[in-house]
């Protein structure tokens, strides 16, 4: 079946700008999580949505991030004014949640290279 | 200090070489260990999950974990050119709010 879907893959915006980063989860999946992944390291944790409910947003690095999934399905991502340290992998993950047999398998999509120029 | 150290490599063995890659931890909390496996300009791929002491084995793969120390391995054994990627460990505390923490990462290269 179809795995989680990132669009766009690639993304270059000039300093100051805004960008939307979408994330279309595993249907079915219940929670969906967004990781930022610095060249060199490992993902980190950013937010994390139960359904449409989002449950923990701790790791978002300053209020210019900002994460919806209004209907429970798709997500977006939004960085306003972006920053040069803000270029990054930005990685959504889904699972089927809590109630399932294996609530911490993650799937991840294939990432959106944010530069920052 | 970070809560989940893992050594960023790379580590180069010629193929059919037994590999082991480890993280150490910091928090007794991490109840929940998984290995994932990265390609480059891919996403992270699942490869192992375990939660208890011990070991698993799939295929070539094992994972083993060691709560009183702290410490969880991934052995590749006859291992192969495409193996060759980013090994990540990824550990979850046992709450409801399932986010995963992540080594830095080892790269692996292996070499026909």
């Known amino acids: 079946g179809a795995g989680v879907s990132q669009s766009p893959r690639y993304k270059v915006a000039k300093r100051g700008q805004d960008v939307a980063l979408r994330c279309d989860p595993i249907?079915?999946?219940?929670?969906l999580f967004w990781y930022q992944q610095a060249l060199g390291q490992g993902p980190e944790f950013l937010t994390y949505f139960q359904n449409e409910a989002q449950l923990d947003k701790s790791g978002l690095p300053s209020d210019r991030f900002f994460a919806e999934r209004p209907e429970g399905s798709v997500s977006t991502l939004k960085i306003q004014r972006t920053q040069q340290e803000d270029s990054a992998v930005y990685l959504c993950?889904?699972?089927?949640?809590?109630?399932?047999?294996?609530?911490?398998?993650?799937?991840f999509g294939p990432g959106t290279r944010l530069t920052v120029t | 200090q970070k809560e989940v150290e893992q050594d960023p490599g790379p580590l180069s063995v010629p193929e059919g070489a037994i590999v082991s890659l480890n993280c150490t931890y910091s928090n007794s909390a991490f109840q929940y260990f998984m290995w994932y496996r990265q390609y480059s300009r891919k996403g992270p791929e699942l490869l192992m999950y375990?939660?208890?002491?011990g070991n698993k084995e799939d295929g070539r793969f094992t994972a083993q974990v060691d709560k009183s120390s702290k410490y969880i391995s991934l052995f590749i054994r006859d291992s192969q050119p495409s193996d060759s990627a980013t090994y990540l460990c990824?550990?979850?505390?046992?709450?409801?709010?399932?986010?995963?923490?992540f080594g830095t990462g080892t790269r692996l290269l292996v070499s026909p």
């Open positions: 375990t939660y208890s002491s």
């Open positions: 249907s079915g999946h219940v929670s």
């Open positions: 993950a889904s699972s089927l949640g809590w109630t399932s047999e294996h609530p911490y398998e993650q799937y």
């Open positions: 990824a550990l979850c505390m046992n709450t409801g709010f399932q986010k995963l923490v």
